[in-house]
């Protein structure tokens, strides 16, 4: 299997440590606060008792039951943003298809998503599972679906406007934020990756990813100064920085 | 696709009406305490506000946070069992085969859980896919995995020994508890079933079902004596009741 470069979810097993003995130290503007001259912080896996204990001390988690609920682990090493979708869809109760097998009962699943032609003509199924997609593509295709879809790139956000937004969506359970950000900022290996956000804890200012990738890392909450850094990488694949997109019901 | 009688998660949506205008009123014997003389009492979904709060006010919860991390959606319509048992063997952490289309990466899937020949031994994937399976081979299929799995019958329980080894499980992060069913019994349509408990709340002394039927029910807070109740049925398929496993690292 091969994957062409600088698409979310490509990155291989047996590359890991290759990635991350090859971490390059952040390249760092002067004058950004002195949080950010630091390596990133240690992410704190969401299952283990700090975890927890984070979640049951955030204010603005009105995201992370609905999420919760339907959390995927992504089809194959490519499919981050289809399972983001998906959740997104099922999370949100939009009207779902019938699913293979399941006589009918109807939900969204990773391979139902793409039924319509619509969704198809954004982006196939096969292309995804090839090469991941870009943001502006994960935008398309939730859009295809009926959704209000915004997506905005991660350099033209201060971190200042990245934490309202984040706040004010994850305060709400009618909106859904999803992430697309270079797993290498939060001090993980890989590379471009895609995920829902569930939750912010104001006292740490960290915030909660749930990890599609379930098989690589557990969800975490990250500082959210990192995340911003990792949203404001450049996707070599559309040549622009990667970021957040927006999803509401119409 | 037909499957036989009186085992877990054989009911098909075709039924849904039917079963629920068949529900039969509660033959209970005299001086039960008074709740078991009222109708199954509400169901309260974990994703809505109130069942979060449950959470958020839960002591006996240590099994949530591993156990959310995994939560699946059962992969047929008979494969609760199956999931539940998968549930189980990632959130604790044990040594998982590859899993396909996933390069290196090890973690057990509705797949993979049958590779072993120990475990095909105690039941094929294809009879469960028919026919579903009853406690003594969910216990065994555990056991096949290398765990301790101890299995109870529902009516080898009271009420409070039942309490009590909720409480003791779910307050200790390194064993599980899964209950086999009926889900009349709380008030929902359908028959026996299978899935993991995550959480008890003393104050209402409901416990947590993450449900692996996500298409059709999500995951409640029930009333502790109704769950009781539900485990107590009479499994035609073994002639023996329901019940729990007990499955700990060994």
């Given at each position: 299997m091969t994957l062409p470069a600088f698409r979310p979810c490509r990155s291989l097993p047996a590359v890991l440590g290759l990635a991350l003995l090859a971490l390059p130290p952040l390249a760092l503007p002067p004058l950004l606060p002195r949080a950010l001259a630091q390596p990133a912080a240690a992410t704190i896996p969401l299952p283990e008792p700090q975890g927890q204990t984070l979640l049951l001390q955030s204010a603005d988690r009105?995201?992370?039951?609905?999420?919760?609920?339907?959390?995927?682990?992504?089809?194959?090493?490519?499919?981050?943003?289809?399972?983001?979708?998906?959740?997104?869809?099922?999370?949100?109760?939009?009207?779902?298809p019938a699913a293979a097998g399941y006589g009918s009962y109807r939900f969204w699943t990773q391979d139902n998503v793409f039924e319509a032609a619509a969704t198809r003509a954004v982006l196939s199924p096969e292309v995804v599972a090839r090469q991941g997609m870009t943001l502006q593509e994960l935008r398309g295709l939730l859009a295809s679906h009926g959704l209000q879809a915004r997506a905005i790139h991660g350099d033209r956000l201060s971190l200042a406007q990245f934490r309202l937004l984040v706040r004010s969506n994850l305060a709400r359970a009618d909106d859904r934020l999803l992430v697309n950000y270079d797993r290498k900022a939060l001090g993980q290996a890989g590379g471009g990756h895609i995920s829902p956000l569930a939750?912010?804890?104001?006292?740490?200012?960290?915030?909660?990813?749930?990890?599609?990738?379930?098989?690589?890392?557990?969800?975490?909450?990250?500082?959210?100064?990192?995340?911003?850094?990792?949203?404001?990488?450049?996707?070599?694949?559309?040549?622009?920085?990667?970021?957040?997109?927006?999803?509401?019901?119409?």
């Amino acid at each position: 299997m091969t994957l062409p470069a600088f698409r979310p979810c490509r990155s291989l097993p047996a590359v890991l440590g290759l990635a991350l003995l090859a971490l390059p130290p952040l390249a760092l503007p002067p004058l950004l606060p002195r949080a950010l001259a630091q390596p990133a912080a240690a992410t704190i896996p969401l299952p283990e008792p700090q975890g927890q204990t984070l979640l049951l001390q955030s204010a603005d988690r009105a995201d992370y039951g609905p999420l919760a609920e339907q959390f995927l682990t992504q089809a194959n090493l490519a499919y981050c943003g289809v399972a983001s979708m998906v959740m997104v869809l099922n999370s949100l109760a939009v009207p779902a298809p019938a699913a293979a097998g399941y006589g009918s009962y109807r939900f969204w699943t990773q391979d139902n998503v793409f039924e319509a032609a619509a969704t198809r003509a954004v982006l196939s199924p096969e292309v995804v599972a090839r090469q991941g997609m870009t943001l502006q593509e994960l935008r398309g295709l939730l859009a295809s679906h009926g959704l209000q879809a915004r997506a905005i790139h991660g350099d033209r956000l201060s971190l200042a406007q990245f934490r309202l937004l984040v706040r004010s969506n994850l305060a709400r359970a009618d909106d859904r934020l999803l992430v697309n950000y270079d797993r290498k900022a939060l001090g993980q290996a890989g590379g471009g990756h895609i995920s829902p956000l569930a939750a912010y804890n104001a006292t740490t200012d960290r915030v909660l990813i749930l990890d599609v990738a379930r098989y690589r890392y557990p969800s975490v909450w990250v500082p959210l100064v990192d995340l911003w850094q990792a949203i404001r990488t450049n996707d070599t694949a559309s040549g622009l920085s990667r970021g957040v997109v927006v999803v509401r019901r119409i």
